[in-house]
């Protein structure tokens, strides 16, 4: 029973992960089809490596307290067994609630973009794509999307 419960836990924490890398090119948000969306064109002018990290997460934070409580239920008896499903109930919740961050972290670039007929350069940051063809260098023309997330796509003109 409770690996059972275990390993629904863990489901349900890795998918609240899910939404991740939802920041590259190649992954497209749910809202943003079948509408139309304002677009800028470009030229890449830098690029910079990032690391993008994951959000806590509240999901993971009860799955660890529920599996630390049910966990430390073996450990000592009366009070001493109290005080340590308290302690493991404490300690899987603050482990769930911050596994997301770790368990998020994505490379990413951040790129500055000379936007055509405009002074000011834009930099956006966006996760890096599983098609290392999708990421972008110096030089590239864009195409810049402004969706639920903001996109950068290889412009063909």
């Known amino acids: 029973m ?3 419960l275990f390993l629904f836990l863990m489901i349900v924490s890795l998918s ?9 090119s190649d992954r497209v948000a749910r809202k943003d089809t079948g509408r139309a969306l304002i677009t800028d064109l470009g030229t890449i002018i830098d690029v910079v ?11 993971g934070a009860l799955a660890g307290g529920i599996v ?3 966990a430390s239920q073996t450990v000592g008896s ?6 340590a499903i308290v302690a493991g109930t404490v300690a899987g919740g603050v482990v769930g609630y911050f596994s997301t961050v770790k368990l998020g972290e994505h490379n990413g670039f951040q790129y500055t973009i000379k936007i055509d007929d ?17 990421n972008h260098n110096v030089g590239d023309r ?3 999307i402004y969706g639920n997330q903001i996109r950068l796509i290889k412009s063909m003109n």
Do not use: M
């Not at 490596?49 to 806590?56: S, T, Y």
């Not at 405009?118 to 999708?134: A, T």
């Open 142 to 144: 864009v195409t810049i």
């Open 78 to 83: 009366g009070t001493g067994k109290d005080i």
């Open 118 to 134: 405009r002074k000011q350069p834009l930099s956006i940051i966006q996760g890096e794509s599983k098609e290392k063809s999708n």
């Open 68 to 70: 630390g409580g049910i």
């Open 2 to 4: 409770l690996k059972k």
């Open 49 to 59: 490596p990032v690391k993008i990290k994951g959000d806590p997460s509240v999901v």
């Open 16 to 24: 609240a992960c899910e939404s991740i890398y939802s920041t590259s």
